[in-house]
């Protein structure tokens, strides 16, 4: 069992930068590979990233790309998503979540990550 939690949300303006961390529980993190989320008012979760287990692979939602990073820090069982230019339509709760490497054919489906963290908001004012 991983528990997981994120950290890092707030209030920015447009153009700003926010890095979110997510730490993990467990001693099988380096297994997992991980993924950030998003839900905005109205509308149904949404795929934002996701790094494989050892760190090498990325994937990023055509919305995000070149404008956010995900990494992770298997030491300290932690991930991240460094997110800079940010735009009003960011605005969503940001989840991660943790799968097993085996179903990275489905990186995109939120319905194959096993283990999830409560959210953070992260709210981008115009």
């Known amino acids: 069992q991983v528990q997981l939690v994120e950290s890092g949300g707030g209030l920015v303006q447009a153009g700003d930068s926010l890095r979110l961390s997510c730490a993990a529980s467990?001693?099988?993190?380096?297994?997992?590979?991980m993924g950030w989320f998003r839900q905005a008012p109205v509308k149904e979760r949404e795929f934002v990233a996701r790094?494989?287990?050892?760190?090498?692979?990325?994937y990023y939602a055509d919305s995000v790309k070149g404008r956010f990073t995900i990494s992770r820090d298997n030491a300290k069982n932690t991930v991240y998503l460094q997110m800079n230019s940010l735009k009003s339509e960011d605005t969503a709760v940001y989840y991660c979540?943790?799968?097993?490497?085996?179903?990275?054919?489905?990186?995109?489906?939120?319905?194959?990550?096993?283990?999830w963290g409560q959210g953070t908001q992260v709210t981008v004012s115009s």
């Open positions: 979540a943790a799968q097993w490497e085996s179903l990275s054919s489905m990186w995109s489906d939120h319905r194959t990550y096993t283990y």
């Open positions: 467990g001693r099988s993190f380096s297994n997992y590979a």
């Open positions: 790094i494989s287990s050892s760190g090498a692979i990325t």
